[in-house]
């Protein structure tokens, strides 16, 4: 079989026989879950196991949002509770050092869960930098309020996920910050001049362009290119993602099923390739829908395929050695510390609890 540039989802909580037969013929990269697919840690492992088993490759990615907050498609009562990342801002803002360990410790937690799972691969950090007046679709996601403590900040997360034997994808680049309408419902536009991208929103993509995997924005940044998002947009993509921010790894689509983005699912397909993207997404596990997104899907080769390689080069080794019930103690009481430093109003909305 030839790996296809598809990552795909399913519909529940087990694969039913034309998801099998889709993904025998279509051999999609990767499997990316949702809370639909998720009920508890055996059914789980089983669904993983017969994704790969499908596709006939061991190592094929399975991906996950698990942030934490609001993101987060495992939770309670089988697996662990995560704070939002805004929590992490909290404490940085007095011991900027305790901040950047208790959130690589929080994804070394969550890779800890994941690869107890067979899931390798996690949509985190989100490295998108709010401002006034922005859309609540980031929000308490982000890892603080300028660009240089969500750099910070992110890439500790993504080495807790890579110290666990988990790839992390940094998202949504090149910037999803200033976005005012939500990309799920609506196509945003940004208006900010390009210093001001620069300065802001792209900064914390450049200092991580060693992470291996990016997820793209479904975002239009007028002074780049005023006609298509950056999914779509070839200037984007080789002038800013590629060039400016100057990012090597995988580039993924966000899911193109999104609203924000316009045409058939095949037409976003080939404006997504054509633009540079190396894997498209589609992630509601319609099977009509993923046969038409796959029929535009191209092997995975050349450049992309050996970025994809490069990836799961990163994870094929022993996870470092950890110690969960020690390691869980020591988030418990960096919680603790946040919550002391928080109002008791913040403390309440986001239930820090572990």
């Given at each position: 079989m030839a790996v296809h540039a598809l990552i795909v989802g399913c519909a529940g909580p087990r694969l039913e026989a034309d998801e099998i037969a889709f993904l025998r013929d279509a051999d999609p990269w990767g499997l990316i879950l949702f809370r639909r697919n998720c009920v508890d840690p055996d059914q789980v492992r089983a669904l993983v196991a017969d994704f790969r088993s499908a596709v006939g490759r061991d190592d094929a990615p399975v991906l996950i949002d698990q942030e934490g907050g609001r993101v987060q498609r495992l939770g309670p009562p089988h697996w662990q509770k995560y704070p939002a990342s805004r929590a992490y801002a909290?404490?940085?803002?007095?011991?900027?050092?305790?901040?950047?360990?208790?959130?690589?410790l929080g994804a070394r937690l969550i890779s800890h869960d994941l690869k107890a799972l067979g899931i390798t691969v996690d949509c985190l950090p989100v490295l998108d930098v709010p401002v006034p007046g922005a859309h609540d679709i980031i929000g308490d996601r982000a890892y603080g309020a300028s660009p240089d403590q969500v750099a910070l900040l992110?890439?500790?997360?993504?080495?807790?996920?890579?110290?666990?034997?988990?790839?992390?994808?940094?998202?949504?680049?090149?910037?999803?910050?200033?976005a005012v309408t939500d990309s799920h419902a609506d196509l945003p536009v940004v208006s900010?001049?390009?210093?001001?991208?620069?300065?802001?929103?792209?900064?914390?993509?450049?200092?991580?362009?060693?992470?291996?995997?990016?997820?793209?924005?479904?975002?239009?940044?007028?002074?780049?290119?005023?006609?298509?998002?950056?999914?779509?947009?070839r200037t984007v993509m080789r002038e800013v993602v590629r060039g400016t921010i100057g990012y090597g790894g995988l580039v993924m689509t966000d899911d193109l099923s999104?609203?924000?983005?316009?045409?058939?699912?095949?037409?976003?397909?080939?404006?997504?390739?054509?633009?540079?993207?190396?894997?498209?997404?589609?992630?509601?596990?319609?099977?009509?829908?993923?046969?038409?997104?796959?029929?535009?899907?191209?092997?995975?080769?050349?450049?992309?395929?050996?970025?994809?390689?490069?990836?799961?080069?990163?994870?094929?080794?022993?996870?470092?050695?950890?110690?969960?019930?020690?390691?869980?103690?020591?988030f418990a009481a960096g919680l603790e510390r946040v919550q002391a430093q928080s109002s008791t109003a913040f403390a309440a909305t986001h239930a820090l609890s572990v």
């Open positions: 909290s404490l940085a803002a007095n011991d900027p050092l305790a901040a950047r360990e208790l959130a690589r992110g890439r500790a997360a993504a080495e807790g996920l890579l110290a666990g034997g988990v790839l992390p994808v940094v998202k949504h680049i090149p910037g999803h910050g200033r900010a001049t390009r210093d001001e991208l620069e300065a802001w929103d792209f900064l914390p993509f450049r200092t991580l362009t060693d992470m291996p995997l990016a997820m793209t924005a479904h975002v239009v940044y007028t002074a780049v290119d005023p006609r298509r998002p950056a999914t779509t947009s999104m609203s924000a983005l316009k045409g058939s699912l095949g037409e976003r397909t080939r404006a997504s390739l054509r633009a540079g993207c190396d894997v498209v997404l589609h992630c509601n596990g319609r099977v009509a829908e993923m046969a038409e997104v796959a029929a535009e899907t191209p092997k995975l080769a050349g450049k992309a395929a050996r970025r994809a390689e490069a990836a799961l080069d990163r994870i094929r080794h022993a996870p470092e050695p950890f110690d969960v019930a020690e390691a869980r103690a020591r």
